[in-house]
């Protein structure tokens, strides 16, 4: 077995569309969104789901965009269950209502993810671009809970709103949900695009992290906590994906296969398309998931660091959008000797308290 | 707390499913997936709603032939590790 054996993947993120009726500033969707014409097809997305489940997925994020812009999402989970795989649906709720949500429940999605952008409707819907928001997504997490459904908050956080956090995990108490993700937002896209209007300074990092631990002690095991940090602020890299081609991958929605939804923007690698080969080829052979997959490709200081296996020498994505290398060391890690890279970010985030929809570019097709 | 007594259920979106590609048991969960070995499946696929942990205990130790002194804190720390992470919650009497 060599260094680079590849396992099969254990879940697959599908992007079902890039259309969604927000248009949040950190969208980590790409820059330039697929329209509804390059879509892949219901039959083509069931034969994926397939294929998925014969080479040993056991979950499928039906993600996007908005998956439910998709008028066929019952029948794609109704395939991905026929499939066996277990369903974790990510929306922004502002398209499923009582009746949808009834056909989701009937065809056994066990699951469902959705995005909270403030606590309150003034945070909530500008953010969101979208008047009426907040209403709405509050009705849909109570109906979701209603019928038996888990329930996921995604909470994510930046400067404009990051003062929220506790309130937002209250109302995640509130709402009966099971979990919370309170993740800051992670530079791709839009997300990138916007930067400069959303990393939170290190004290407004320092008030969230108090904030979730604190909530942590006073909630138990009724409501789990999951914290997500904006790597800008760490010492060494997240493990991005769990290591390129590990454990997962990304179905773009024109059917690209994407070792992490962000992968499109190393251009000079080739990402096939389901249209042209099979997924186990696709994960298995193709130059795209071999070339940074496993510890060959590292260069030092990762190759010889202990690490290694752990974090995988971080994020190909961020190295390449930092450093213009997606081979490099993600200058995230100290060792990288780039650091310098984020220090201006950093740098503009404690000087500048600008935010919010003035200097945001909203996402946009 | 978990006493002998307390009866456990999968919380929502919690299954249990057999993987036969990889040859295992599998706690499917909101995005997290837990691979179970032996003793967890025998564990895990009595969590009912129905059997105290005192009767899981009891089942395991007919099942290994090891005595509860040796059983009992196993299962009990499995138990109460799941219920940590809000994948089965105690049934209220
Ligand atoms: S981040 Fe916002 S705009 Fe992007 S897909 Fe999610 S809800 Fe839609
Ligand atoms: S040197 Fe590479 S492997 Fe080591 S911590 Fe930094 S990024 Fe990770």
Redesign the interface.
């Known amino acids: 077995m060599n260094q680079n054996h590849a396992d ?1 993947p ?2 697959i993120l599908a992007e079902l569309t890039h259309r969604c009726p927000l248009r949040c500033p950190y969208c980590s969707n790409p820059t330039a969104l697929v329209g509804r014409s390059g879509e892949l097809s219901t039959a083509e997305w069931a034969d994926v789901f397939r294929q998925a489940a014969d080479m ?1 997925a ?2 499928v994020h039906m993600s996007g965009g908005e998956p439910a812009a998709r008028k066929d999402l019952e029948k794609l989970c109704q395939a991905a269950v026929d499939a ?1 795989l ?1 369903i ?1 649906l990510i929306t922004s709720g502002l398209m499923i209502d009582g009746a949808r949500l009834d056909r989701l429940a009937a065809i056994g999605v ?2 469902v ?1 959705l995005s909270v952008q403030g606590s309150d409707a003034a945070m909530c819907d500008a953010v969101g671009g979208y008047d009426g928001a907040f209403a709405i997504k509050q009705d849909f997490a109570r109906a979701v809970v209603a019928r ?3 329930l ?1 908050l995604n909470a994510v956080l930046h400067r404009a709103n990051c003062h929220q956090a506790g309130d937002m995990i209250t109302m995640a108490r509130d709402l009966g949900a ?2 919370i993700e309170v993740a800051h937002t992670q530079y791709y896209g839009w997300g990138l695009l916007n930067r400069d209007g959303l990393l939170p300074s290190r004290d407004q990092l320092d008030d969230v992290t108090r904030i979730v631990e604190q909530a942590r002690k006073d909630s138990g ?4 906590i ?1 914290y997500v940090v904006p790597d800008y602020y760490a010492e060494t890299p997240k493990a991005c994906m769990a290591g390129w081609g590990r454990r997962f991958l990304t179905i773009s929605p024109e059917g690209k296969v994407l070792p992490c939804h962000a992968a499109e923007t190393v251009d000079h690698l080739t990402f096939d398309t389901v249209r042209d080969k099979t997924l186990s080829e696709i994960w298995y052979d193709s130059p795209a998931f071999n070339t940074y997959r496993g510890t060959d490709w590292m260069p030092e200081p990762c190759q010889s660091c202990d690490l290694k296996e752990v974090d995988w020498g971080g994020c190909r994505c961020q190295a390449l959008a930092l450093v213009g290398d997606a081979g490099a060391t993600d200058p995230v890690c100290s060792k990288s000797g780039q650091r310098e890279k984020l220090l201006d970010a950093l740098t503009d985030a404690a000087v500048s308290p600008k935010a919010g929809p003035d200097i945001w570019t909203y996402r946009q097709f | 707390m978990t006493t002998p007594d307390t009866v456990y259920r999968y ?5 249990l ?1 057999h ?1 036969k ?2 040859d295992a048991h ?1 706690l ?4 997290k ?1 837990i691979v179970l070995d032996g003793p967890g499946h025998a564990i895990a696929s009595r969590i009912d709603g129905a059997q105290t942990v005192a009767q899981i205990i009891v089942a395991l130790c007919e099942l290994t032939g090891l005595p509860d002194t040796q059983i009992g804190p196993d299962v009990t720390g499995f138990i109460d590790d799941l ?4 994948l089965i919650r105690a049934v209220t009497p």
């Open positions: 099969p254990l879940a040993g056991l979950q066996g277990y974790n066990p699951h993810q038996g459904i888990s996921t099971a979990r095991a009724d409501l789990q999951d | 919380a929502p979106g919690v299954m499913r993987d590609l990889r599998i499917n969960a909101p995005e997936l219920a940590g992470k809000g």
